[in-house]
């Protein structure tokens, strides 16, 4: 099987996964909660992420499929922030200085880039006020 085929397949459980935990959060809160299902997905991704790649890491028959397949198929469909984590941690072997800016930047550059696609969809399609 392709490489691609073993992201498929993995990121169809893992999309699967995500939209059973926020049917279940849905269900299970009937008002504002400070943890979220996206919270709880990236904390159990976080944790997910940490075991398998450990795992694999540790295997005699290291398998780029089975990574493929567990750590950026399902995992990473999950949730993307175990991926942001992940990286994070590598980097901070490298540098905490370098680490810390990369967590910064992400966090700041991903908030104003959420706010400029509302800003665009609402001048050019005129999307909401």
């Known amino acids: 099987m392709s490489e691609i085929a073993w992201v498929a397949f993995g990121g169809m459980i893992g999309a699967s996964m995500r939209h059973g ?7 299970a809160s009937d008002g504002p909660v400070l943890f979220t299902a996206t919270a709880i997905e990236n904390i159990i991704g976080c944790f997910l992420i940490g075991l398998i790649f450990s795992v694999l890491k540790k295997r005699a028959d290291k398998s780029r499929q089975m990574s493929l397949f567990l750590l950026t198929g399902i995992i990473g469909s999950y949730t993307t922030y175990s991926g942001f984590m992940a990286e994070a941690l590598t980097l901070s072997g490298i540098s905490f200085l370098m680490m810390g800016v990369y967590l910064f930047s992400q966090i700041i550059i ?16 005129n999307f909401g006020q």
């Open 21 to 27: 935990t926020n049917l279940l959060v849905a269900y």
């Open 110 to 125: 991903g908030i104003f880039a959420v706010m400029a696609g509302i800003y665009v969809a609402r001048k050019c399609w």
